[in-house]
């Protein structure tokens, strides 16, 4: 596996539409593998193909949800989960929606505040090329809309009702 470059703005690569991945190869699970590892070493919670540089249809999450209401903040943290999703579609959205603030590994040293749906449905398929369809809530939600838009040449500096300089990094990027 290997670390790739993360390209950043004003590259217009980011403002390009990607493609769908039509062919499920070594070269696509290669690519796979090589964003897990890119976001990984970021650190990011999640990576789109063309945030390397490759206009394909494909995004990589890994993130752990935090239990709401935690009446005992001794428990540990729950285990990270990953999702790698290729040719994602939201196929649902709630009309149910939130703000919240983010980042993007792709728009370093600014943060926004972007309103999101709080759950969605996205079908897609994974490295093998099966169908799969997740029911998503909360901030993985808000992470596959981020990721999905980097998909369609959209930054969330589009869309934030305001952005800023945070003074230190306390949101994760996407
Ligand atoms: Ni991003």
Same mark, same amino acid.
């Given at each position: 596996?290997?670390? +790739?470059?993360?390209?950043?703005? !004003?590259?217009?690569? $980011? +403002? ?12 696509? +699970? ?12 970021? !650190? ?5 193909? @063309?945030? #390397? ?5 494909? &995004? ?17 943290? !729950? @285990? @990270?989960?990953?999702? /790698?999703?290729?040719? @994602? ?10 703000? =919240? ?5 792709? &728009? ?6 972007? %309103?999101?749906?709080?759950?969605? &449905?996205?079908? =897609? ?10 029911? $998503?809530?909360?901030? /993985? ?19 934030? %009702?305001? #952005?800023?300089? !945070?003074?230190?990094?306390? /949101?994760?990027?996407?």
């Amino acid at each position: 596996m290997t670390v +790739r470059k993360i390209i950043t703005v !004003p590259d217009e690569v $980011l +403002r390009r539409k990607a493609r769908e991945v039509k062919i499920f190869d070594d070269n696509l +699970r290669t690519l796979i593998d090589d964003m897990v590892e890119t976001m990984r070493d970021a !650190p990011g919670v999640g990576l789109a193909a @063309p945030q #390397i540089g490759v206009l394909e249809q494909v &995004v990589v999450i890994e993130f752990a949800e935090a239990k709401e209401n935690e009446e005992n903040e001794e428990d540990e943290a !729950p @285990p @990270p989960k990953l999702y /790698v999703v290729v040719n @994602p579609e939201i196929a649902r959205m709630s009309s149910e929606k939130v703000m =919240g603030v983010e980042g993007c590994l792709s &728009v370093p040293g600014i943060v926004g505040d972007v %309103e999101r749906s709080t759950s969605i &449905v996205v079908k =897609g398929k994974n490295r093998n090329g099966q169908k799969i369809k997740l029911k $998503l809530n909360g901030w /993985v939600a808000r992470i596959f809309q981020h990721e999905i838009d980097h998909l369609t040449g959209v930054l969330f500096t589009d869309l934030a %009702e305001s #952005i800023w300089q !945070p003074e230190e990094d306390y /949101v994760d990027n996407v």
